[in-house]
């Protein structure tokens, strides 16, 4: 393993974080926030370590697909525990309420253990919208798109960090497809701010919602999150930018360049569209039926919380705890199935849920002919049998450690609605669950234990599984 390149690349990493605090930081100082010194001895302390690990000589600069998953999961663990600095340096919680924090918010899951997130200073909110930002489209990424020459085998951390059962490459330089992703990522959150500030919201609030919109992170800066600002035009402007930044990016980049035909063509769109639009139905007439609602009103708020939980955004205009069993039902569905590979988005994605189905059809017909050979296709692609296997082995560890996360999750007594809620909205990356843990709630009542149990799975989920697990395999120590 080449541990000095790692190391080299974490300290890097770090580096960019810290640069990444010195926002939050000026906003205290002009601010007057009480939290200038929190962020300042973060930026001394994660910029020193991180210039100190960059400064590593490394002689050889390849990196092996065994040195992206360790290196991607490092990073992670390393921009976590840095990254918590700032909520303790502050006061604002403890060290494992500030690891927490800082996970939900580089996973972009949203679980927050502050019970009223308008009462913090604002270099603290911005700073949680931020760290939303930077985890979004992965910070590894960014690194890339600015240092694309930092390493060969460079597309080896695309492949660790960027979700999806498949990866794309937009140019033939990791650099390059880099760059792309991150002007399309800037330009989406460029325009939904300027958007949300021509409907009203302060320039605080929609750069801050804009941040955590585009990344689905949901971290919002006011206790009652959208439902705040009680208007219809701003929750149709979310549901088009939660939408847009929960399908992959390979297709928005098509769209920019006017091959629309190309991008209609994708079949995970056709079905993550579908669902969408169907949950979103369901859900409305049902609220109708049941609620008496209005139609308008129906409408807008299922697809609201159908588009904000299936692309792992995470905010709410109001308790959807208390809807109807039906609906309930249906949205914990989609907090499962999730948005599309090659998004910011978390969940299952669009795509494995697709190969399984496929998978599964084709062998109920080798049942009945068992001759027949027929390869399983995306797109008009064929999907090769190991890129199957490996869907099928992700949904079976995505099961499993959401089962395992309930279990622990339960030791603190919580019904099983809130602590299997929990750890799937862990895993899945989305914020809130129903019960204890509802669109209403905070996560600031569980067990230390419990909390670091539910950071763990959020970093999971986060890297779809395997660059985590990777580094409990004693082989991936060894040098050869």
Known sequence: ????????????????????????????????????RAFLYALLICGGVGVLLSLIRADNTRLQTRDGFVCVALCWIALSVFGALPYFFSGSCSFIDAIFETVSGLTTTGASIFASPASLPRGIQFWRALTQW???????????????????????????????????????????TARILYRIYIALTVAEALLLRIAGLPLFDAITT?????????????????AYYQSHLVN??????????????????LCVTRRFREALKSEELRVYSLVVVGASAMIAADLIVRTGRDIGSAIENAAFQVTTLISTTGYCTEDFDLWPQFCRCILVLVMFFGG?????????????????????RRDLRRVMHSREVRPITLDGHRVTEETVSSVSVFFFAYIAIMLLGTLILSLDNIDFTAAFTASLTAISNVGPGLGAVGPTCNFGFLSGISKLTMSAIMLLGRLEIMPLLVLLMPSVWRRK
Request: glycine share 12%; hydrophobic share 50%; net charge positive.
């Open 210 to 226: 804009a941040l955590t919109t585009i990344s689905t992170g949901g971290f919002s800066i006011r206790d009652a999150s959208i």
């Open 340 to 360: 599309c590979a090659g998004s910011t988005a978390g969940g299952v994605k669009a795509s494995r849920i697709v190969l399984l189905c496929k998978a599964l």
């Open 1 to 36: 393993m080449n541990q000095n390149l790692i190391l080299r690349i974490v300290g890097v990493i770090l580096c960019i974080e810290a640069l990444c605090m010195i926002p939050p930081l000026l906003l205290s100082v002009f601010g007057g926030g009480p939290d200038q």
């Open 236 to 253: 149709w402007i979310l549901i088009f930018f939660m939408f847009a930044a929960s399908v992959n990016f390979t297709l928005l980049y």
């Open 134 to 176: 930077m985890g979004g489209m992965g910070i590894l990424v960014l690194m890339l798109a600015l240092l694309p020459k930092l390493s060969e085998g460079s597309v080896n951390l695309m492949k660790a960090e960027s979700p999806g059962p498949i990866s794309t490459k937009l140019r033939p330089r990791t650099g390059e």
